[in-house]
């Protein structure tokens, strides 16, 4: 597995239970954490050596791979370890695009009639500011490219929007500023869905949300994810059949029919909006925060899922199935996120945490010269528990978060307080 953060940890806690590494198999993980060296023997692999990469595959007769981040996916990995000969789990380069490029999603969702908002895609900040004009405030603009996570920008003045895009066409995204798409304000509630494909067969992988501002109330700036919550009861049966059949299904045929077929879990960031359902955006790995609630409530041998992916034989696999639980996770994070994130404070008592039934994950975290585990991230520990509703997992998480030593850390305090809301409403009606 390659990868590092919080959601390489759950996936790894995940696939140490699976009938591949429980018969005699063996995980390892590049460059991996001090909480996924639990699971995995860790090795140093630089990802952007294909070649190196491809190597360690042949020398240890690796019988999977599974590409956790989307910066490799979106660099032609999983192509290099094809040709190689490696089964792989995670799209190729071309249909990476569907999160490298954002343009090139609005682009296929236009020619698909796959519902979301409204765009222009802008190559200069004199076509983007002439642009402006054919959109009302507030303004949402988008670096093209990766970006962390951290490339879009929801301006609420003309003045604002002319700022961000200055900044964005001056370099503030590197690379990925180098086009930027302006898109209509979708207004509704935000809710993600994953499905896992080979390129011809959808399987179901569970709803989410999440919350993506740095603060409490979803206030302050954009984040990686401070948090988020399993199953999402806003994306009920009905509309979960809708996005399949009018946006996931037709995007995956899209694929296919430009030769691009897309394998590995393709990852719905959804408006729910009073017109129905729209997309918001693509991303081709898990999510992160997501993926930890996900696997804490997948109740399948997940490695023998992301083989059959890779095998090209998932419409031959049992649907997955879940807990009836809720699971919630909290992020902890570095004092100072999402600027310049304070590294080095100590962490202490992750046991006592988990002695309360809960899972820490790890995702951005080391071991320092003593053997103290330390922060090495914005995003430190995602906290994760289950529970009956999604206020039982909430208060569970929080206690355990309450058992950790992390000084130079903070967290929200209100992660799935929209649900809580609802089941607290539902509760007084009776």
């Not at 059949?241 to 899209?254: D, F, L, M, Q, S």
Request: contains cysteine.
């Amino acid at each position: 597995m390659l990868g590092s953060g919080g959601r390489e940890h759950a996936l790894a806690w995940k696939l140490a239970q699976s009938r591949l590494i429980q018969d005699g198999g063996k995980l390892y993980a590049a460059p991996g954490n001090p909480g996924i060296a639990q699971y995995a023997e860790l090795v140093s692999l630089e990802v952007t050596d294909h070649a190196a990469v491809a190597a360690f595959c042949e020398a240890n007769r690796i019988g999977l791979t599974v590409i956790g981040p989307e910066a490799p996916l979106v660099d032609g990995l999983a192509d290099s370890l094809r040709a190689a000969g490696v089964p792989v789990f995670g799209p190729s380069k071309a249909a990476a695009q569907l999160e490298g490029s954002k343009g090139f999603t609005k682009d296929l969702c236009e020619k698909a009639g796959i519902p979301t908002a409204g765009y222009v895609r802008t190559k200069s900040l004199e076509q983007a500011l002439e642009a402006l004009a054919g959109f009302k405030p507030p303004y949402v603009l988008k670096a093209d490219g990766l970006a962390a996570g951290k490339g879009v920008v929801i301006a609420e003045n003309r003045a604002d929007a002319e700022e961000a895009l200055t900044d964005m066409f001056g370099g503030a995204f590197g690379e990925a500023g180098a086009e930027v798409v302006i898109e209509e304000f979708l207004t509704g509630e935000e809710a993600s869905f994953f499905v896992l494909t080979d390129g011809a067969s959808l399987m179901p992988i569970g709803t989410a949300q999440d919350h993506k501002r740095v603060g409490d109330g979803d206030t302050g700036p954009n984040t990686g994810g401070m948090g988020a919550y399993s199953p999402a009861p806003v994306l009920n049966p009905m509309l979960r059949g809708e996005v399949i059949e009018k946006i996931i299904a037709p995007t995956v045929k899209a694929m296919a029919d430009a030769g691009t077929p897309y394998s590995g879990v393709l990852y719905a960031g959804l408006m729910l909006t009073s017109e129905g359902p729209k997309l918001i955006e693509y991303n081709c790995r898990f999510g992160d925060p997501e993926c930890q609630v996900l696997m804490l409530r997948l109740n399948a041998d997940l490695g023998e899922l992301l083989l059959a992916c890779a095998e090209n034989r998932l419409g031959a696999m049992e649907p997955a199935r879940f807990a009836g639980q809720a699971a919630l996770t909290v992020v902890m994070a570095a004092n100072n996120y999402p600027d310049t994130p304070e590294k080095g404070g100590a962490i202490n008592a992750i046991d006592k945490a988990e002695a309360t039934g809960a899972k820490v994950f790890h995702a951005g975290t080391a071991l320092d010269e003593a053997g103290q585990l330390v922060a090495n991230g914005g995003r430190v520990l995602n906290v994760t528990a289950l529970g009956d509703t999604v206020s039982e997992a909430q208060a569970a998480a929080y206690r355990a978060v309450l058992q950790i030593d992390f000084p130079s850390g903070f967290y929200r305090r209100d992660i799935g307080y929209r649900e809580v809301a609802r089941e607290a409403a539902k509760e007084r009606l009776g």
